[in-house]
């Protein structure tokens, strides 16, 4: 079984920086895919981002992309989402999420992941 506690959420003005973090922990934690998601009130679980442990290689939807950045500290067990230049629109709840790996699973879609965060609000004000 994997775990995930997100930290790193809060009230930021437009224009600023966060940084989110998810620790994992478990046996197999290492061998998911780790996905960013975000769910803002009233709307669908939306697609941030990607990165896998074994390489750190990344993927972004297309609205965050050149301003939002994932990478992973193995020794930490711990992933980031590093948001900068950040706008009030992408308010929301963010998590974090393991997918067991497989080549013919989507990692865009939320409904094929495994595990998830507990979340983190994230808050940006004009």
């Known amino acids: 079984q994997v775990q995930l506690v997100e930290s790193g959420g809060g009230l930021v003005q437009a224009g600023g920086s966060l940084r989110l973090s998810c620790f994992a922990s478990?046996?197999?934690?290492?061998?998911?895919?780790m996905g960013w998601f975000r769910q803002a009130p009233g709307k669908e679980r939306e697609f941030v981002g990607t990165?896998?442990?074994?390489?750190?290689?990344?993927a972004y939807a297309d609205s965050v992309k050149g301003r939002f950045t994932s990478y992973r500290d193995f020794a930490k067990k711990t992933v980031y989402l590093q948001m900068n230049n950040l706008k009030p629109a992408v308010t929301a709840v963010y998590y974090c999420?393991?997918?067991?790996?497989?080549?013919?699973?989507?990692?865009?879609?939320?409904?094929?992941?495994?595990?998830w965060g507990q979340g983190t609000q994230v808050t940006v004000s004009s």
């Open positions: 999420a393991g997918q067991r790996q497989n080549p013919n699973k989507s990692t865009m879609r939320s409904d094929l992941y495994d595990y």
């Open positions: 478990g046996r197999t934690f290492s061998t998911l895919i």
């Open positions: 990165v896998t442990w074994n390489n750190g290689r990344t």
